[in-house]
């Protein structure tokens, strides 16, 4: 018997022209984007979330209150600090519920919960506290010169004396040399 010659392996696929996996890539990429850009769409209504700004006030002060991602045109906001508000819409979408309210001048002192609820009662609700502080809230700043001492202050000053003095330096050198 004659011996058979050996067997060729299969031949390979020619590779695809470059184009085509541009192609790909760019679909698999477009198809990705679009997953990532619908997913916080679909999840915005799954979780609200809400904001009491600010966290800290006197009594007779006012807060501001909103909701996002209730998915409802109506939202209520209760708290013993300042009773019952109802929230509205911030644009046309409703994606955002917002409104304000003034502390009772009597409101004790010390943390009080505010709950927001999507839809009005029984809705998701979101909880957050406010605290209600004897004297005036602290605004303007935010506090952050009131933590610092009088030798970083002095220290600040220093510098930005020095870049005013190296910037004036620098404008006549170049005023001399023109």
Not at 86 to 92: A, D, F, I
Not at 154 to 170: I, M, N, Y
């Amino acid at each position: 018997m004659p011996a058979k010659p050996p067997a060729k392996p299969p031949a390979a696929p020619p590779p695809a022209p470059p184009a085509t996996a541009r192609r790909r890539l760019m679909t698999v990429a477009a198809a990705t984007l679009v997953a990532a850009a619908a997913a916080p769409a679909t999840l915005a209504y799954a979780f609200p979330s809400a904001t009491v700004s600010p966290t800290a006030v006197a009594p007779g002060g006012r807060v501001a209150l909103n909701v996002a991602g209730c998915g409802t045109q109506v939202a209520r906001v209760t708290s013993t600090a300042f009773g019952e508000t109802r929230l509205t819409p911030g644009n046309q979408t409703a994606a955002s519920l917002i409104g304000s309210a003034t502390v009772y001048d009597n409101a004790s002192t010390g943390t009080h919960r505010v709950v927001f609820e999507c839809g009005g009662p029984g809705g998701e609700r979101v909880t957050l506290s406010l605290q209600v502080s004897s004297g005036a809230t602290r605004g303007g700043t935010g506090g952050s010169i009131g933590s610092m001492s009088p030798g970083q202050i002095a220290a600040g000053s220093a510098l930005t004396a020095g870049a005013l003095g190296a910037g004036v330096w620098v404008m006549r050198r170049r005023a001399a040399a023109s």
